[in-house]
């Protein structure tokens, strides 16, 4: 019914943006690194086809909200110019392994010289003066940074959409959403503007946005990432659900972006361990459990359908399980939000004061509020509704923990819905909150997790699952992920249309 009522105002408006003509924006990060390092392509005229494309898509998606493109040119330059200097760069491939490729990030994490409002209009005016960590260490490793991209409010919504720079559009159907909080740039990699970007995760916020737009992200294992410069932290903070992590077209650039991303933690994972597939062992959860949340509908039981047959084909055996306490994950990520080192009162406020639910009522009822409809909503949800039992929450939080590691250990993976529907409509996700339980459970658990791709449902809207692994063992999630890549064809916007085979009879 809900989609009914939305898609009879929409659907007559749905645009999306237009096909891709030069090959060089379809290549993965790593490619083009590899082009660039041995002088088959310049980087001068890699970073302009990106950017190009970004001036072609963003009038009709609005994903980019500041762009820094002839100083980017000027960059790629230099690159071409370091390059001629060198006749074997094989070593550049350890040292600098993205050199002269294009990225871009969310608004919300730091770049020196350009604007972190966080999408306030209290922040309007405000420049970073320094890079987030993370952006600090692409640059580092030859990254060029085009552009910044849009988010919601100080990064907590479902949708990328601020009063400051407005509403970012689903590049597959513009009537769509394109998830939050790093929704600028699942749609902007989608569409081809950028090779690959620094999304960040405190709910999803990597992996939903990744998945309403067919493409990869990824959540790395707990405190694996900083987040100095992420948000308005700007500090080392020792314990967070938070994680910064990659989000790019191809697999073959997950391990080396984290690679990039963890910096010297880089010893605590296993990236460059081989896997064998056969030696998997797989689980699956069909749905969360939550009565509250939706059913998860055929195309994405389908989509998961698919890959677990696949693997089951492989390792010969996949097994069905319910995570006890998976029914409560909007409630416990609810209540672990509120352990977090942050207080949202006075950064709605950009910390010149502390606000309240009444107070911010009564402006928006009268019109003169600054803040979005979804801020008011966690100040509500803040002051007025009751908390969740910190006993309860921790115990249910700890017996979750301890029945994935007993069952997954360090050869196991488990396949979970991304959602239970590919991309809604824009501001329906009001009338569908517990839906977010999908995305942030393994915030709560601190699991490493990979949004992958498997193609268009019958609308020509991403589906796709997560696939989860236990605590640094990263590497299983990237190995199933392009292993589903290469038997499904992971991200497929590229093409003019690419169904994902729904012809499945029986599924969960």
């Not at 086809?49 to 009709?60: M, P, Q």
């Not at 990520?333 to 004061?353: G, L, P």
Request: net charge neutral; hydrophobic share 40%.
């Amino acid at each position: 019914m809900v989609d009914f009522i939305f898609g009879l105002y929409y659907d007559q408006k749905a645009k999306k943006v237009s096909a891709v003509t030069n090959p060089l924006l379809l290549d993965s990060a790593t490619t083009l690194a590899e082009k660039i390092r041995t002088k088959q392509i310049k980087a001068e005229k890699v970073v302009e086809s990106f950017i190009e494309r970004c001036k072609e898509v963003n009038g009709l998606i609005n994903a980019i909200v500041e762009e820094r493109y002839a100083e980017a040119i000027k960059e790629a330059k230099a690159v071409d110019v370091e390059l001629q200097d060198y006749d074997d760069t094989s070593f550049l491939k350890e040292t600098r392994p993205f050199l002269g490729v294009p990225f871009t990030t969310k608004e919300s994490n730091e770049a020196e010289g350009l604007f972190h409002t966080m999408g306030m209009l209290s922040r309007r005016n405000y420049r970073s003066t320094s890079d987030a960590t993370v952006v600090a260490y692409l640059k580092k490793a030859g990254g060029i940074l085009i552009a910044k991209t849009n988010i919601p409010e100080l990064n907590l919504w479902v949708e990328s959409r601020n009063n400051l720079y407005g509403q970012t559009c689903n590049p597959y159907n513009t009537t769509r959403t394109v998830g939050g909080s790093s929704g600028g740039e699942g749609a902007i990699i989608a569409a081809c503007g950028s090779a690959f970007s620094i999304g960040s995760d405190i709910g999803g916020s990597t992996r939903m946005p990744a998945f309403y737009n067919g493409v990869f992200g990824m959540k790395p294992s707990e405190g694996m990432t900083s987040l100095k410069g992420i948000g308005l932290r700007d500090k080392y903070y020792p314990e967070s659900m938070a994680e910064a992590g990659p989000i790019c077209k191809k697999a073959e650039d997950l391990a080396p972006f984290l690679k990039v991303l963890v910096g010297d933690k880089i010893s605590k994972l296993k990236l460059d361990e081989p896997v064998n597939l056969k030696n998997l062992k797989i689980f699956y959860q069909p749905e969360s459990g939550d009565l509250r949340a939706s059913k998860v509908n055929h195309a994405m039981r389908a989509a998961l359908r698919k890959a677990v047959d696949h693997f089951e084909e492989i390792t010969k055996s996949a097994t069905k399980i319910k995570i006890p306490g998976s029914e409560y994950s909007f409630r416990l990520w609810r209540y672990w939000m509120s352990q977090e080192n942050a207080d949202f009162k006075a950064d709605i406020t950009n910390r010149e004061s502390r606000t309240n639910a009444v107070s911010e009522i009564r402006k928006f009822m009268s019109g003169t509020s600054d803040i979005t409809f979804a801020a008011l909503l966690k100040l509500i949800d803040e002051d007025l509704l009751p908390k969740e039992n910190s006993e309860w929450a921790r115990s249910v939080t700890n017996n979750m923990k301890k029945y994935l590691l007993e069952i997954l250990d360090d050869n196991g993976v488990l396949f979970y819905p991304s959602a239970p529907f590919p991309a809604i409509y824009h501001y329906s996700s009001f009338l569908r909150p517990y839906n977010f339980g999908y995305w942030c459970l393994f915030n709560v658990l601190k699991f490493p997790v990979c949004q992958v791709p498997l193609g268009l449902d019958y609308d020509g809207l991403p589906v796709g699952i997560q696939v989860i692994a236990a605590p640094y063992n990263d590497h299983l999630c990237i190995a199933v992920a392009k292993e589903l890549e290469r038997a499904f064809g992971g991200w497929a916007f590229c093409l003019p249309r690419v169904i994902f085979s729904l012809d499945i009879k029986h599924l969960f």
